[in-house]
């Protein structure tokens, strides 16, 4: 997916793009945006070919659209719109009750900033875009991070830390559950976002981590993400570890605007559905 993070976005008069092809969703969304982002300028299209026209006659801070329009597909017209942009960071959300499907057959290109599932509600994503466009002073939440090498998890855990982000780091996955296990007892969940290598010195891998947390732990995507590093970039592969449960894949070397794009993303729906259920 597209790296980038949103405090490089203007913060004053924020422009955002909702397309959609139903006018009643755009009129939604807008004003929803109108009540999280008092002074947002919308621009609203009900087509792929209205957004590029649109974007050609002024530049936009970000872009929510729907994965099928009318003319398009949603992830097409955000390589268009890369294409087009003359600013150097836009931020372009795809919104589909099937995206999940999308991401494991691995069809959400670079383009693409993030996905939001659009049964979330519509409320959800307009506080989702707020967070990207005029994001709170420092980010909050507990990363459970899983790698063996001590020197990579240096450098992985400053990039975490220096967003605000508190970093729990297991050197495997038997440290990693057992810390899981104490926390299950406590009544609470551990963490906010699992962070994991694949391989991993121990009897478990990155892949029995997950398999373990869904499983064992009975906890869903929603409850715990689980955000996987890997070095294979192999499409079957990956798409192996999102199907066993894993929320999205971060490619090695590890890139740091992108790793905090991704994590927070996970962060904000997870939290938004662990408040909206009661879960803590």
Avoid: W
Wanted: one cysteine or more.
């Amino acid at each position: 997916m597209h790296s980038g993070i949103a405090r490089h976005l203007p913060s004053e008069t924020p422009r955002v793009m909702i397309v959609d092809g139903s006018r009643v969703v755009r009129r939604m969304i807008e004003q929803l945006l109108l009540k999280e982002l008092p002074g947002v300028s919308v621009v609203s299209c009900g087509s792929g070919a209205e957004a590029i026209a649109a974007l050609l006659d002024a530049p936009v801070d970000f872009v929510t659209t729907a994965l099928r329009l009318p003319d398009m597909d949603g992830v097409d017209l955000a390589r268009v719109l890369r294409q087009q942009a003359q600013q150097a960071y836009m931020p372009i959300v795809v919104v589909s009750g099937d995206v999940t499907e999308r991401l494991e057959a691995r069809q959400l290109g670079e383009e693409v900033t993030d996905y939001f599932d659009k049964a979330l509600g519509f409320p959800a994503l307009a506080a989702f875009i707020r967070g990207y466009v005029r994001p709170e002073p420092g980010a909050s939440g507990e990363v459970l991070y899983v790698e063996d090498s001590r020197v990579v998890a240096l450098a992985t855990r400053r990039m975490m830390e220096k967003c605000g982000l508190t970093v729990l780091h297991s050197i495997s996955a038997e440290d990693a559950l057992a810390l899981l296990e104490a926390a299950r007892a406590q009544g609470r969940t551990g963490a906010d976002v699992v962070l994991t290598d694949v391989n991993l010195k121990g009897a478990l891998s990155g892949a029995d981590l997950i398999a373990r947390i869904r499983g064992e732990f009975g906890y869903g995507k929603g409850r715990l993400p689980i955000l996987v590093m890997t070095g294979d970039d192999n499409p079957r592969n990956q798409a192996a570890l999102l199907r066993s449960g894993a929320n999205d894949l971060v490619q090695k070397p590890i890139e740091e605007r992108l790793l905090v794009t991704k994590l927070l993303f996970q962060l904000r729906v997870s939290q938004h559905l662990r408040q909206r259920d009661g879960i803590d």
